[in-house]
């Protein structure tokens, strides 16, 4: 008897700290939005501020009020050891959802989207950590102040669509080793990256009904700076820029629970909300497809055999595009929360609605659905 007891309270021990384990793991509310988000800008890449920086890729945020905006790619003090995965949309059962992007050992899925600069839709080919060092691959980066570096060639790919799935979108699915990277650890956006979220936010000209996709602070050299030499100026939209059919508010679509995802604690660098980001925790679905990006004309490589055709720009073509697989979107699993002033990022939490049976005298009817936060 004393040992069943002792069997049980055993169990009870894992299952407590098996929950632990997991209160680091974000549950937020995804964020759907029914019009695509625009083409991705060609721009350049500012100079690398120093060793240890890591590029994060641009990308279109939503905002409830006034719609997508742009958020300049930028430089960041990366964690050591651990590489940026950048964030994407998936377009699935007509809408299209935010997976946020995250700090991890290895490159998840990003949607198979062409972001540049070492981003080519599958892995990272900007560089690499050797120890507590990160070398940088100048076929690819614009690195001018850095001693770590490495030549290696890179195959460039004309595409700018911004999405997974859908109408005109990347038709990619996880590699493997994808998948298995989405089993791992990771960490949230770090505190700056938020900032520098929310601070794009702010600025008018950075949404895409006053810039058509052609943003003015196109990159910068730091997060938040947006002003002064560090910020580079988009040279043209991906694509002809079409304006919705919709206002924002009847572009919003309902928010989906989103799954859980296994996270390492906030760190010093790591402890505010990242709530400005519009996000989605957990990309179970990682991929593969369009091969790593152009070269920046700054950078002077060894290699004589590199494709390095129009390095100053993030798009840049020299060899047609892979041919998109005929596979099913991956299905957004979060996304951003609504925010209450107008040009704000998206902050909405919706709780999932309740269901209250009827006492048993009353004639049967169906429940009635609780109002969300």
Same mark, same amino acid.
């Given at each position: 008897?004393?040992?069943?007891?002792?069997?049980?309270?055993?169990?009870?021990?894992?299952?407590?700290?098996?929950?632990?384990?997991?209160?680091?793991?974000?549950?937020?509310?995804?964020?759907?939005?029914?019009?695509?988000?625009?083409?991705?800008?060609?721009?350049?890449?500012?100079?690398?501020?120093?060793?240890?920086?890591?590029?994060?890729?641009?990308?279109?945020?939503?905002?409830?009020?006034?719609?997508?905006?742009?958020?300049?790619?930028?430089?960041?003090?990366?964690?050591?050891?651990?590489?940026?995965?950048?964030?994407?949309?998936?377009?699935?059962?007509?809408?299209?959802?935010?997976?946020?992007?995250?700090?991890?050992?290895?490159?998840?899925?990003?949607?198979?989207?062409?972001?540049?600069?070492?981003?080519?839709?599958?892995?990272?080919?900007?560089?690499?950590?050797?120890?507590?060092?990160?070398?940088?691959?100048?076929?690819?980066?614009?690195?001018?102040?850095?001693?770590?570096?490495?030549?290696?060639?890179?195959?460039?790919?004309?595409?700018?669509?911004?999405?997974?799935?859908?109408?005109?979108?990347?038709?990619?699915?996880?590699?493997?080793?994808?998948?298995?990277?989405?089993?791992?650890?990771?960490?949230?956006?770090?505190?700056?990256?938020?900032?520098?979220?929310?601070?794009?936010?702010?600025?008018?000209?950075?949404?895409?009904?006053?810039?058509?996709?052609?943003?003015?602070?196109?990159?910068?050299?730091?997060?938040?700076?947006?002003?002064?030499?560090?910020?580079?100026?988009?040279?043209?939209?991906?694509?002809?820029?079409?304006?919705?059919?919709?206002?924002?508010?009847?572009?919003?679509?309902?928010? #989906? $629970? =989103?799954?859980?995802?296994? &996270?390492? *604690? +906030?760190?010093?660098?790591?402890? @505010?909300? /990242?709530? %400005?980001?519009?996000?989605?925790?957990?990309?179970?679905?990682?991929?593969?497809?369009?091969?790593?990006?152009?070269?920046?004309?700054?950078?002077?490589?060894?290699?004589?055999?590199?494709?390095?055709?129009?390095?100053?720009?993030?798009?840049?073509?020299? #060899? $047609? =595009?892979?041919?998109?697989? &005929?596979? *099913? +979107?991956?299905?957004?699993?979060? @996304?951003? /929360?609504? %925010?209450?002033?107008?040009?704000?990022?998206?902050?909405?939490?919706?709780?999932?609605?309740?269901?209250?049976?009827?006492?048993?005298?009353?004639?049967?009817?169906?429940?009635?659905?609780?109002?969300?936060?």
């Amino acid at each position: 008897m004393k040992m069943h007891r002792s069997v049980r309270w055993l169990v009870f021990a894992v299952m407590i700290l098996s929950l632990s384990a997991v209160s680091f793991a974000q549950v937020a509310v995804g964020i759907s939005v029914r019009v695509a988000p625009p083409a991705l800008p060609v721009y350049a890449q500012p100079i690398c501020p120093g060793p240890g920086h890591m590029w994060t890729p641009g990308y279109w945020a939503w905002n409830d009020d006034a719609g997508y905006y742009w958020v300049p790619g930028t430089w960041v003090v990366a964690p050591v050891g651990l590489l940026w995965t950048p964030g994407y949309w998936g377009f699935a059962d007509g809408a299209y959802g935010w997976h946020r992007g995250y700090w991890g050992p290895h490159i998840g899925f990003y949607g198979g989207v062409n972001y540049g600069f070492g981003y080519g839709g599958v892995g990272f080919a900007g560089g690499e950590w050797r120890g507590h060092s990160f070398y940088y691959n100048r076929s690819v980066t614009n690195i001018t102040n850095v001693t770590t570096v490495y030549n290696k060639t890179v195959i460039v790919n004309e595409n700018h669509v911004a999405f997974n799935g859908g109408k005109g979108g990347v038709s990619a699915r996880p590699t493997h080793e994808e998948e298995m990277a989405e089993h791992e650890h990771h960490r949230e956006p770090l505190a700056s990256q938020s900032q520098h979220e929310h601070m794009a936010s702010q600025n008018k000209q950075n949404f895409a009904s006053a810039n058509h996709g052609r943003p003015a602070i196109a990159a910068t050299a730091k997060p938040g700076e947006f002003k002064g030499k560090g910020v580079v100026a988009a040279k043209s939209a991906g694509a002809p820029y079409k304006a919705p059919a919709m206002s924002p508010k009847q572009a919003r679509g309902p928010s #989906t $629970p =989103a799954t859980k995802h296994a &996270s390492t *604690p +906030a760190t010093a660098n790591n402890k @505010s909300k /990242p709530a %400005s980001h519009p996000s989605v925790t957990s990309n179970k679905n990682n991929t593969a497809s369009n091969k790593a990006n152009g070269s920046h004309p700054n950078n002077v490589s060894s290699n004589k055999t590199q494709n390095t055709v129009h390095r100053d720009e993030t798009h840049a073509a020299k #060899t $047609p =595009a892979a041919p998109s697989s &005929s596979h *099913p +979107a991956p299905q957004p699993h979060q @996304s951003a /929360p609504k %925010s209450s002033s107008a040009l704000k990022p998206v902050a909405q939490h919706q709780s999932a609605s309740k269901t209250e049976p009827k006492p048993p005298s009353a004639p049967k009817a169906a429940p009635k659905p609780g109002k969300g936060r």
